[in-house]
C-alpha cells in the first residue's frame, strides 16, 4: 500500500517498463508467453512464481488495470473479466453450491435479476429479494443456507441508497459474505470494502471506461475469496482481452476528474430538473429531497451521475421527451462523456413483470439520464426544449 493520493495512484500505478523505456504502458497483445527450459515453465504451472502463461490465465495488460482497481477499492487482491456480467455470474458461481441462498436488494441490474430468477434456480440456488426501503426485512429472510448478501448502491435504474453500513455489520453477524456491485458511484466515489464489503464488482463498461469504447468487468476483495473466482475464470474463460484491458488502465488515469465533472453536471442537471414544472419527482442522492439523502452523504464522496426522474404525464409523457431530445443520446450505456437519457420500464428491465417493476422502483414514466462531460448548460437547454415541445 503506498501513501499516495487517489489520483497519483491512479496515474503512477504501472506496470514495469520494458526494455525500450517507454513512458506510456505499452499493449501486450499476445496469447500466451514462452519459457527458457521445462523447468521454468513446470514452476510457473505450480505457481512457485508469478509469471505469465496465458492470457487466458493472466497478461501484463489486464494485470495492471487489476491492480489499480485493487489499489482504488483498498483490496487484497482481484481478477478482470471480458464483461461486468462475467465478473457478476462469475463470482457466484465460484463461491456457491447447489442448494445455497443468496439475500439481495429487489433493485438490481437487469441481467442479474435474470441470473437470480431463471439461471440459479436451475442449480438449487435460490434468492431472496428485500425492499430497500425496508432495511428492516434482511434478517428476517436469512436462512441458514445462507452464503451471499448482495447489492447495489446506488441502485440501476431507481437511484436508491444502501446503507453499506448496515450490510456490513448484518453480514457480520450472521457470517454471510458481503458483494457490493459499486459501479454506478466507482471507488473516486464510495469504497465498499470499508464498510465491511468482502467482494466489490465493477462493469468496467461505465464509468471506468467512460467513453463508450469498450466492455469489461472485474472483482476485487478478499485474497482467498478472489482466488477461488480466478480459479474458476481460469478454468471457464471469461476472461479480459488486453486490448481492452489497456484501454481500461489508461481510462482509469482519468477516473478522478472526469467523475468530478460527471457529478458537478448532475448536481446541477438535477436541481434544474427539481424545479421544472413538467416533471413529477427527481431522484439524485444529492438533493435533500432523496428519500436516503443522509445515507448517501455518509458513505459517498459525491452524487454520482445518474439521475432518475418521473416526467409528469407517466409512459407516454416519457417516451415522448425521449423523442423530443435533439442531442442527448438514446443508448443502453451509462457512464459516457455524452449525456444518455433511457426508459428502464421498455428497455434494460422490460423483462421484470410490470408488478416485478414497481416493485424494484420502475415506474411506467421513469427515465434515466446519465449526465455526461458535455457543457452543462447544454444538456439543461437540450433536457428543457424536449420537456417543453
Ligand atoms: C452495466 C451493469 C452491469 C453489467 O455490466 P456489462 O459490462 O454490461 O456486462 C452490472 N451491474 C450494473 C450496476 C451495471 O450498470
Known amino acids: 500500500m503506498s501513501d499516495k493520493n487517489f489520483e497519483t495512484e491512479a496515474i503512477r500505478n504501472q506496470m514495469e517498463r520494458s526494455q525500450f523505456q517507454e513512458h506510456s504502458t505499452p499493449l501486450y497483445l499476445t496469447s500466451s508467453f514462452v519459457f527458457e527450459d521445462a523447468e521454468e515453465m513446470r514452476a510457473a504451472f505450480s505457481e512457485e512464481n508469478e509469471r505469465n502463461i496465458y492470457s487466458r490465465f493472466s497478461n501484463p495488460n489486464t494485470t495492471e488495470f487489476t491492480d ?78 445462507t452464503k451471499i448478501l448482495y447489492a447495489e448502491s446506488p441502485t440501476n435504474p431507481g437511484v436508491d441508497i444502501i446503507d453499506l453500513e448496515l450490510l456490513g455489520n448484518i453480514a457480520i453477524k450472521h457470517n454471510l459474505l458481503l458483494v ?114 443522509e445515507i448517501a452523504k455518509k458513505q459517498m464522496k459525491l452524487g454520482g451521475n445518474i439521475i432518475a ?15 423530443a431530445l435533439k442531442m442527448c443520446s438514446l ?10 437519457v433511457t426508459h428502464p420500464a421498455s428497455t434494460t428491465h422490460s423483462k421484470l413483470s410490470s408488478e416485478e417493476q414497481l416493485a424494484a422502483g420502475i415506474t411506467p414514466g421513469l427515465v434515466r439520464i446519465s449526465v455526461g462531460l458535455e457543457h452543462v448548460e447544454d444538456i439543461i437547454q437540450d433536457i428543457d426544449a424536449a420537456l417543453i415541445s
Not at 481510462?251 to 448536481?267: G, Q, Y
Not at 426522474?309 to 423523442?323: D, M, T, Y
Not at 443508448?331 to 444518455?340: E, F, H, Q, Y
Request: charged share 20%; hydrophobic share 40%.
Open 331 to 340: 443508448s443502453a450505456n451509462l457512464g459516457d462523456t455524452r449525456t444518455i
Open 180 to 293: 457490493i456491485d459499486n459501479c454506478f458511484a466507482t471507488p473516486y466515489i464510495q469504497q465498499p470494502i470499508k464498510f465491511g464489503a468482502d467482494l466489490v464488482i465493477h462493469s468496467a463498461t461505465k464509468l471506468m471506461d467512460g467513453q463508450g469504447r469498450v466492455l469489461g468487468g472485474v472483482v476485487v476483495g478478499k485474497a482467498e475469496l478472489v482466488r477461488e473466482i480466478y480459479l474458476f475464470a481460469r478454468n471457464t474463460g471469461p476472461a479480459l482481452s488486453p486490448f481492452n484491458a489497456w484501454v481500461l488502465s489508461k481510462s482509469l488515469e482519468t477516473l478522478a476528474v472526469r467523475v468530478e465533472k460527471h457529478c458537478e453536471n448532475a448536481l446541477k442537471v438535477a436541481e434544474f430538473l427539481e424545479s421544472h414544472d413538467k416533471i413529477e419527482k427527481v431522484k439524485y442522492p444529492f438533493l435533500i429531497s432523496h428519500p436516503q439523502y
Open 68 to 145: 489499480k482497481v485493487v489499489q482504488m477499492e483498498g483490496a487484497e487482491a482481484g481478477y478482470a473479466f471480458a464483461t461486468g456480467m462475467a465478473a457478476v455470474f462469475s463470482t457466484f458461481a465460484a463461491l456457491l453450491n447447489s442448494g445455497d441462498h443468496i439475500v439481495s436488494a429487489r433493485s438490481v441490474f437487469g441481467s442479474t435479476h435474470t441470473l437470480f430468477t431463471k439461471y440459479f434456480p436451475k442449480w438449487q440456488i435460490e434468492t431472496s429479494y428485500f425492499d430497500i426501503n425496508n432495511p428492516d426485512e434482511i434478517e428476517s429472510l436469512i436462512r441458514p443456507s
Open 309 to 323: 426522474v418521473e416526467v409528469k404525464g407517466g409512459l407516454e409523457a416519457g417516451r415522448n421527451f425521449l423523442n
